[in-house]
């Protein structure tokens, strides 16, 4: 399975699924099944991604689940 | 993306879809199975018969205007990869139950007369009818029952 970070960054830019969706030619329903996972996108679509968000696919999506934000900060707090 | 072309056709839930799916295959394939009993032309059996029909081509009707059924025979320019993606199983899922209907259509016209069921020329045309029908709505009706494992995996 892949895990993605698309809602967070999307609620982070004040971006509705439809607006999403129109920046990268998809339906609204698919930025839906790819937050939740239920859909794993092509290539071309995780850079498409990546590219309106100005990431890295690393940064946006990963094999393995992305830790969640309250450690992430404590962590970053600590170093 | 064209979407102001969906927008033409009823946006009807998945589940909705699901129970037209399911009102068509029974209305018209049970309207044919009876076929095989109007011999005596009994009023009942008339009556049953044409209800069936006309429950199965209603929903047939209803299902082809649905917003899968868009999905389901739009240009591939019209829909996403992910729609395409399950367009591909639901045309799969078509090709297998084609399959499945013919190869009973052919053990019933082979071996039909054993237990009574003898195929004439208007059987076969009312079959060959709802192997039409059934060939055009099911990619819908396969389309909603895969959003329905879809969703449940989600949950």
């Known amino acids: 399975m892949v895990h993605n970070r698309i809602a967070l960054f999307r609620t982070e830019r004040g971006l509705s699924r439809k607006e999403l969706a129109d920046l990268i030619d998809l339906n609204p329903q698919t930025i839906g099944f790819l937050e939740r996972g239920s859909y794993s996108p092509s290539v071309e679509c995780a850079l498409r991604l990546a590219n309106v968000f100005n990431l890295s696919v690393d940064d946006l999506f990963s094999l393995k689940p992305f830790p969640a934000l309250s450690t992430q900060l404590s962590v970053h707090k600590k170093s | ?155």
Request: proline residues 3%; aromatic residues 10%; hydrophobic residues 55%.
């Open chain 2, 1 to 155: 993306m064209k979407t102001s072309t969906r927008f033409s056709y009823m946006n009807l839930s998945p589940r909705t879809v699901r129970g037209l799916f399911v009102a068509m295959l029974v209305g018209l394939w049970g309207s044919l199975l009876m076929k095989f009993g109007m011999a005596a032309e009994r009023p009942v059996l008339l009556i049953s018969f044409g209800v069936l029909v006309l429950i199965g081509i209603g929903a047939a009707g209803v299902l082809f205007l649905s917003s899968l059924s868009f999905i389901a025979h739009a240009p591939e320019g019209q829909i996403d990869e992910r729609e395409l993606a399950e367009r591909n199983r639901a045309y799969f899922d078509t090709v297998r139950l084609i399959g499945l209907v013919i190869l009973l259509a052919g053990l019933v016209t082979s071996f039909g007369e054993w237990v009574g069921l003898r195929v004439t020329l208007p059987i076969m045309e009312n079959f060959l009818m709802r192997l039409f029908l059934t060939t055009i709505v099911a990619p819908a009706g396969f389309l909603a029952w895969r959003q329905k494992s879809i969703e449940e995996n989600a949950e």
